[in-house]
């Protein structure tokens, strides 16, 4: 009998926290849709997965990345994607080799260009990925980087 | 609430108007360690900036702790034209926010 209460009782423990858990996040949801599961996904396809719905994507040559051959400091590496393509929806920037490649995504609007810049941090030498949804399919281009001082930890 | 981390331009070239972003902003990745104190400083970055033109959005970018610190921003978009207003606003991980708006030059 007092183990059925035992278990009663957290069992409704249980609950309680699950409400409290889902009350504290609610208030980063009404804040912003943000994809905590792409930018926490530690592979590409994942976080690409998790931010478009699929992994799959062309290579494009459309798509034209700017960015330092080599960046002597990688906790500032500038970053510039133009896309020559049409209905372009939004443009994503990761770096293949840090902890959580996916670094910054845009949702374009109706009267943007397919074009942003800036700057991202990069833990070592590796490429940067720039992905393009465009019509309903996503399209990618690469670029590699060296970076001789990381810019992740520290 | 943070005020003033915001440096705003935009600039019209006939029809395209290029505006461009400077926001200051530490974003800890929450993975780095305080060297004195061997602690991990916890992670605080922007995660939303929304760019409005005359409160239309034109771009939401969602940031990841991966951006820089002193995040720059830049883009452009068509239809503008000089004295529409473009405002900026950015929400961090801690709730934090600013925005700032200008008039196109």
Known sequence: ?154 | MASKTIKLRARAKGDTVTVKCLIKHPMETGMRKDKKTGKVIPAHFIQEVVCQHNGNTVLTADWGPAVSKNPYLSFAFTGGKPGDSVSISWVDNTGDKDSASTKIK
Do not use: H
């Open chain 1, 1 to 154: 009998m007092q183990r059925r209460t035992f278990l009663k009782g957290s069992l409704a423990g249980t609950a309680v926290a699950v409400a409290v858990g889902a009350g504290l996040l609610t208030p980063r949801a009404v804040l912003a849709a943000w994809p905590k599961s792409a930018f926490k996904a530690k592979k590409i396809d994942d976080a690409l997965a998790k931010l478009f719905g699929t992994a799959d994507n062309t290579p494009s040559d459309k798509i034209a990345i700017k960015a330092p051959d080599i960046a002597e400091n990688g906790a500032v590496v500038p970053v510039s994607v133009k896309a020559s393509l049409d209905g372009v929806e939004s443009i994503a920037i990761l770096a293949a080799k840090n902890a959580n490649p996916l670094t910054s995504s845009f949702s374009l609007g109706a009267n943007a260009l397919p074009q942003v810049s800036t700057r991202i941090k990069m833990g070592k030498t590796s490429d940067v990925i720039a992905v393009v949804k465009a019509g309903g399919k996503v399209y990618s281009a690469r670029k590699n980087v060296k970076v001789t001082i990381g810019g992740c930890g520290g």
